[in-house]
């Protein structure tokens, strides 16, 4: 599970310089970036990123009836995502726009705007008719409803 | 395509997909990024060449002219920005596609260009697999030995199957001279569409065995 070309990683340097890895930095960079706002990691790789898209922060869990898929995607509107499960593999995009107006002075700016996407392949079967998505208090919430496991069994074939 | 703002920087390429913090003092440049998150922020990373056998100086060089630049650079974007009360500023760059600076020229505040894509080799063929499979296993040797690439580089090379990002992935992560890091940028632009396939990741190649004892 998970996106098809989305990483990170740790990079390069030099023999003399200080490692980089933490060894934690494999999955979402905004979570491990602040540690590299330093001089010391100036012009070093922290990221590889196959997609210019950027990947809103997503939570994918099971309940006994239903897999669910939970975004964390401010500033949307319900009409502005598209979703799409083909597959097994569940497509969630769309664009953030910014709604600033008029010329601003940052200090601080970490808030994502422009396409993104995110690609999850299903961990559990589910019944693609079932696939219901809501959008409120900034998360976009897609629900489909697990169907059982095929049956393992022996299974004889007539041979024609 | 619209013009944009350029960034020279000394001693650093920025490859497409790789993302990278820069420490930004000069004042100038701090002033570029102010204007710049303004809108798409979207700049053109510029790569600053040695003039007279004198190696330009690390990060932003502001007072650099048209001329000293290479003309293959990378488009990118700034991801996150954070301003010191020192008045300089730490920016998370995200490299997205090798492009030609268009029409460089010094405008008001900074040098601007117009950004060509160039276009990657996408013919993989036989040789490719085999220059793919090459570098994956020199490279994974490099990460084994060399103290300062963590282990969890081995997950993200086994992800990458495209022969350019390959290569981009591998030249970002060694520690190259500049002059051999402006090949690997570069290449591409010069040889797309050549019968000799893409050279980039022959480039990259060559660079990874100076790198495996």
Not at chain 1, 103 to 130: K, N, T, W
């Amino acid at each position: 599970m998970g996106d098809s070309g989305s990483f990170g990683s740790t990079g390069g340097g030099g023999p003399n310089r200080p490692s980089r890895g933490s060894g934690s930095l494999t999955v979402h960079l905004a979570d491990e970036l602040d540690v590299y706002f330093n001089e010391v990691a100036h012009g070093r790789p922290v990221g590889f990123v196959a997609s210019p898209k950027w990947k809103p922060r997503t939570d994918v869990y099971e309940t006994d009836q239903e897999l669910i898929v939970h975004m964390d995607i401010a500033g949307m509107q319900a009409g502005d995502f598209k979703v799409e499960l083909d597959e097994g593999i569940l497509k969630v995009a769309g664009e953030r726009v910014p709604r600033q107006q008029g010329r601003r002075h940052y200090h601080a700016m970490e808030v994502q705007i422009g396409p993104f996407e995110r690609r999850f392949r299903l961990p559990v079967v589910v019944d693609p008719s079932s696939i219901r998505a809501t959008y409120e208090h900034g998360f976009l919430e897609i629900r489909l409803a697990k169907q059982p496991p095929r049956s393992s069994g022996a299974q004889s074939v007539r041979v024609t | 395509m619209e013009r944009l703002p350029v960034l020279p920087l000394g001693q650093l390429v920025v490859y497409p997909h790789v993302v990278l913090p820069l420490a930004l003092t000069d004042p100038k440049a701090v002033q570029l990024i102010d204007e710049i998150i303004q809108g798409e922020k979207r700049l053109l990373l510029g790569v600053v060449k040695s003039m007279g056998g004198m190696e330009p100086p690390e990060g932003a060089v502001m007072n650099t002219l048209p001329h000293q630049l290479y003309d293959v650079g990378t488009l990118g974007t700034i991801v996150r920005m954070l301003k010191l009360g020192d008045g300089s500023v730490r920016v998370m760059v995200q490299g997205l596609e090798r492009a030609r600076l268009k029409d460089i020229a010094q405008g008001e505040k900074w040098l601007m260009a117009e950004p060509e894509p160039l276009q990657e080799n996408l013919l993989e063929d036989s040789r490719t697999e085999a220059l793919k499979r090459t570098v994956i296993a020199q490279f994974s040797r490099v990460i084994d030995i060399a103290p300062y690439l963590g282990a969890e580089l081995h997950e993200v090379l086994a992800g990458i199957t495209e022969a350019g990002k390959l290569a981009d992935f591998i030249a970002a992560n060694l520690d190259l001279a500049l002059k051999a890091c402006i090949k690997a940028a570069v290449c591409d632009a010069y040889c797309s569409g050549s019968a000799d396939g893409p050279r980039s990741l022959t480039a990259s190649a060559w660079a990874v065995q100076g790198k495996v004892p």
